[in-house]
């Protein structure tokens, strides 16, 4: 990868529907920036696991203990720089993972329908099933102009798409 290995000090949230490759693009970015990777599924509970498993959509409830735990893994890398992955589909859920880590910035991993249901079928061992990337994008609500974050497109290899998130990141936290 071409990219420097300036750190970034603020901790980034990967975000994006199921699919788009926040736990693939999530730690390239974070070795790109030279900061500790945190896999956001990892801070779910067993409930919502078992909930995804068995094709039932989280609601706003069964997602405020994960964004919560989300929040306090930020706010202890304040000032110090991380990645996290979290779906932060919605404006509320960042507004939620802002009020605990409040220098946050936002990697939203866009693209394509068909290229992300082709990419989310391929993958094996995920808790996440296809049919549940229609309520993934109902509930997207994309980064608004006053929130801190960048918007990448998916399509091409891991490596194209981490070097335009690293880059759109140094211009955007520089």
Same mark, same amino acid.
Request: glycine letters at 6%; charged letters at 30%; hydrophobic letters at 45%.
């Given at each position: 990868?071409?990219t *420097?290995?300036? $750190?970034i000090h603020r901790?980034?949230? !990967?975000?994006g529907?199921a699919?788009t490759?926040k736990t $693939?693009?999530g +730690?390239? !970015?974070?070795?790109?920036l030279? !900061?500790?990777y945190?896999?956001g599924?990892?801070f779910h509970p067993? %409930?919502? !696991?078992?909930?995804m /498993?068995?094709g039932i959509p989280?609601?706003?409830?069964?997602r405020? +203990?994960?964004l919560?735990?989300?929040g306090?893994?930020?706010? *202890?890398?304040?000032g110090l720089g991380?990645v996290?992955s /979290? /779906?932060?589909l919605?404006?509320i859920y =960042?507004?939620?993972l802002r009020?605990a880590a +409040?220098g946050?910035?936002?990697l939203h991993? *866009?693209?394509d329908?068909?290229?992300i249901?082709? =990419?989310? %079928?391929? =993958?094996k061992?995920h808790?996440? +099933?296809t049919?549940?990337?229609?309520?993934?994008?109902?509930?997207?609500q994309?980064?608004?102009?006053?929130? %801190?974050g960048?918007?990448?497109?998916v399509?091409? /290899?891991p490596?194209?798409? $981490?070097?335009?998130?690293?880059?759109?990141? =140094?211009?955007?936290?520089?």
């Open positions: 990868m071409s *420097t290995s300036r $750190t901790v980034v949230v !990967v975000m529907v699919g490759g $693939t693009i +730690p390239l !970015v974070a070795e790109a030279g !900061v500790p945190a896999e599924d990892d067993e %409930a919502n !696991v078992a909930k /498993s068995a989280l609601d706003d409830s069964d405020a +203990p994960w919560d735990a989300i306090r893994w930020a706010h *202890t890398r304040d991380g996290v /979290s /779906s932060a919605k404006r =960042r507004d939620r009020a +409040p946050v910035v936002f991993l *866009t693209g329908r068909a290229l249901e082709e =990419r989310m %079928a391929a =993958r061992g808790f996440m +099933p049919a549940l990337l229609d309520s993934q994008f109902a509930a997207l994309p980064l608004q102009d006053d929130e %801190a960048v918007a990448v497109d399509s091409g /290899s490596e194209e798409i $981490t070097e335009r998130a690293v880059a759109a990141l =140094r211009r955007l936290v520089v």
